[in-house]
Every structure is written in structure tokens, then in C-alpha cells.
């Protein structure tokens, strides 16, 4: 369902990506872990045709991306790291607006909405202004949001962040029943590794921009000699605290003051 080869993104004289290559097969949970600023964000959004490529091949759903990027864009739903409701819409606006820009027809829109926002327990809540919503809500809005289309694919950028374990608990309990009725790959980022340890089938971790591990979580403990995945993800990314990344444009705006003094 994903393949990715040699993929590499340079931002001026820094390279945010370097040489990544995976696999991820149709129906698959699948997670991308890292520390802060090893490259997982930028993967997703190259991914998701927010970002071009330096170089290197993607192939989603059968397309490439960098090519026809509208077709890519019909066959996945991205809930992003960041909010990206509109708080002044009500969250059925929310939906609506959403099923427009993907072209849903209007009776299936009504009721892929009504299905979904029951199926995260939004329903009675439709004609609510979004900027009503705790954290919770917003996540679990955004996340039937992103699969109003029917997509084949699902992209999750740290969709648990700042949630509950009651609410994390109740989203992931959702996404597998999705995963096992409609066979929708999933491909997430976490900082939570005993969620990536419960949740995924088989996990990559990146540091500095390349891949260095890729298995199940038992694979990973047997190779590391780890008790936890989180045991093993410290192995091998090692335990320096690693500051908040900057962003690529923010680490140049960085550079060219440095140059300019």
C-alpha cells in the first residue's frame, strides 16, 4: 500500500531525510517513531504531497505522489500533529466543507457524517461550534473527518498527543475496529511507545533522518535484549534529551543570522 525508496529532503545544506526506504502492506498498522527532529514529520508530508521530495520514489495506493498528487490526496485521510479544524465552523460544517473539497456526493456525505460522528460519539454534538470542543472532541472530530472519503490509507501525526488515557484508549479501540472492518492501512507517529507497542503490527524508528530498526516489537526487544519497547527505543536512538525540533525553515533562519553576523 506504501512503498517508499530512497526517499531524501534537503533544506539548503540540511538534510531533514535521508535515504529512508519501507514497506507498509494493505491493511497494515503500522508506526514511525523517532525522537524530536529524526525526520518523522517531514516523511509524513512528503507522504501526504505536503512537501516534494529532494529525491527517491513513493508509491501510494498504486500512484506516485510527486506526480499526481490530486489522485494520491483522494486515497488517504491525514490527521495532522497540529489542529486543523475551523473553530468557527460547527463540527457538521466541519464535515461538510470536507466532503466538498473530496467531491463526496451529497447523500453520502450526510450519511458517512452521521455514521462516523456516532462512531466517535460526536452526533449529538453536530450543530456545536467546534470552539465549544475540549482537546478530545476536536482529535476525535478531526479523526472522522479524515475518513469521511473512504480513504485507503490513514496518516496519524501524533494524533493522541495532550489526550487522556480514557480518550486515547477510546480512539484506538476505533482505529482498530476501522483497520479490521474496512481494511484501512494505518501509519502513525507517537511519543507513546507502550501505544505503539499495543497498537502497531510491525514499527520503524528513524534517528537523524535514517531508518536504523524496523520490526515487530517483540523483534525489536529480542534484538535490543530490551524488557519494553520503550527499553528498546532508547538502545538505539541513545538517552540524550533531544530539544523540541525547529523547523527546517526555522533552522536556515537560524543559519543565515549566524552568517550575517
Known amino acids: 500500500m506504501i512503498s517508499v525508496h530512497n526517499l531524501v529532503k534537503k533544506f539548503g545544506d540540511f538534510t531533514a531525510v535521508d535515504g ?22 517531514t516523511t509524513i508530508k512528503m507522504l ?11 508509491i501510494l495506493n498504486g500512484g ?16 495532522f500533529q497540529d489542529p486543523s479544524l475551523d473553530d468557527d465552523l460547527t463540527a ?14 451529497s447523500k453520502l456525505l450526510k450519511e458517512r457524517s452521521k455514521e462516523l460522528m456516532q462512531f466517535v460519539e460526536l452526533w449529538d454534538r453536530k450543530d456545536s461550534l467546534v470552539k465549544e470542543f475540549s482537546g478530545g472532541m476536536k482529535r476525535r472530530l478531526e479523526i472522522a473527518r479524515g475518513l469521511l472519503h473512504h480513504p485507503k490509507i490513514i496518516f496519524l501525526d501524533e ?4 489526550l487522556d488515557p480514557q480518550t486515547r484508549n477510546s480512539m484506538w479501540e476505533y482505529l482498530k475496529k476501522l483497520n479490521k472492518e474496512e481494511k ?24 537523524h533522518g535514517k531508518i536504523i530498526a524496523t520490526g515487530t516489537s517483540e ?4 534484538q535490543t535484549k530490551s524488557e519494553s519497547l520503550e527499553d528498546a527505543f532508547l538502545s538505539l536512538t541513545g538517552k540524550m534529551i533531544r530539544d523540541e525540533a525547529a523547523t527546517p525553515a526555522d533552522q536556515m ?5 549566524v552568517w550575517r553576523r
Do not use: C, Q, W
Open 64 to 79: 506516485d505522489p510527486v506526480a499526481n498528487p490530486d489522485a494520491a490526496r483522494r486515497s488517504f485521510g491525514i490527521v
Open 159 to 162: 494524533p493522541t498527543l495532550g
Open 48 to 58: 501526504t504531497t505536503l512537501l516534494r521530495p529532494t529525491s527517491g520514489t513513493i
Open 184 to 207: 484501512t492501512t494505518i501509519f502513525f507517529t507517537t511519543h507513546y511507545m507502550e501505544e505503539a507497542e499495543r497498537v502497531a503490527e510491525r514499527i520503524a524508528i528513524v534517528d
Open 92 to 105: 457538521m460544517e466541519n464535515m461538510e466543507l470536507h466532503g466538498i473539497l473530496y467531491d463526496v456526493p
Open 219 to 222: 523483534s525489536l526487544k529480542e
Open 253 to 257: 533562519r537560524m543559519r543565515h543570522r
Open 20 to 41: 529512508v526506504s519501507f514497506e507498509v502492506k494493505d491493511g497494515e498498522i503500522f508506526a514511525f517513531l523517532g525522537p524530536n527532529g529524526a525526520g518523522k514529520s
